[in-house]
T-cell receptor, first 113, second 115 residues
Framework: KQEVTQIPAALSVPEGENLVLNCSFT??????LQWFRQDPGKGLTSLLL?????REQTSGRLNASLDKSSGRSTLYIAASQPGDSATYLC????????????FGQGTILTVHP | GAGVSQSPSNKVTEKGKDVELRCDPI?????LYWYRQSLGQGLEFLIY????????KSGLPSDRFSAERTGGSVSTLTIQRTQQEDSAVYLC?????????????FGPGTRLTVT
């Protein structure tokens, strides 16, 4: 069974801290790995997508890395802000149907002023 | 440009009734996906359409669930004889498709409540 695990399940930090969200997956035969944020009552917003041939992607204060051999990805958020508060989802594409996404349970991030 | 849209945004229905949920993907996106997110649970894949290929229905939880995609664009997810456990947010996504899966763009979702 293809699984995606995210640690921690919840994280509360003061504004300005740098933080790391962790994701692990059981099947290294992935096509890509995506990080999304989900705000309460809203849909998903894609943050970063890393193709299987890549090792990392950066966008602004966000940096995501991918290590296929160990089945891990990390999302690094620099200088966190209250507006970063959301649920962050690690999502793996691949497996028997490459269009199918497997979602982690998410990390609930709270950044307090 | 316009993103993925879904309708209705909220639907309350009585147990046993049928419901239809609609998804309008981004124009030009050949791949369309349905997911659901139940309360306190993660996102669950339901079905995936890619062009004219047979859809991947491996995530549909029962034969009460079906989906169509007409003309390679709009999709309808139908749930027959709804049950309370069907209550969830149903999310639709679309993407371009090539040799590798492209980034998926999600709609705002339809919140279904079965009473």
């Amino acid at each position: 069974k293809q699984e995606v695990t995210q640690i921690p399940a919840a994280l509360s930090v003061p504004e300005g801290e740098n933080l790391v969200l962790n994701c692990s997956f059981t099947d290294s035969a992935i096509y890509n790995l995506q990080w999304f944020r989900q705000d309460p009552g809203k849909g998903l917003t894609s943050l970063l997508l890393i193709q299987s041939s890549q090792r990392e992607q950066t966008s602004g204060r966000l940096n995501a890395s991918l290590d296929k051999s160990s089945g891990r990805s990390t999302l690094y958020i620099a200088a966190s802000q209250p507006g970063d508060s959301a649920t962050y989802l690690c999502v793996r594409a691949g497996g028997t149907s490459y269009g199918k996404l497997t979602f982690g349970q998410g990390t609930i991030l709270t950044v307090h002023p | 440009g316009a993103g993925v849209s879904q309708s209705p945004s909220n639907k309350v229905t009585e147990k046993g009734k049928d419901v239809e949920l609609r998804c309008d993907p981004i124009s030009g996106h050949t791949a369309l996906y349905w997911y659901r997110q139940s309360l306190g649970q993660g996102l669950e894949f339901l079905i995936y359409f890619q062009g004219n290929s047979a859809p991947d229905k491996s995530g549909l939880p029962s034969d009460r669930f079906s989906a169509e995609r007409t003309g390679g664009s709009v999709s309808t997810l139908t749930i027959q004889r709804t049950q309370q456990e069907d209550s969830a947010v149903y999310l639709c996504a679309s993407s371009l498709q090539g040799l590798t899966p492209y980034e998926q763009y999600f709609g705002p979702g339809t919140r279904l409540t079965v009473t």
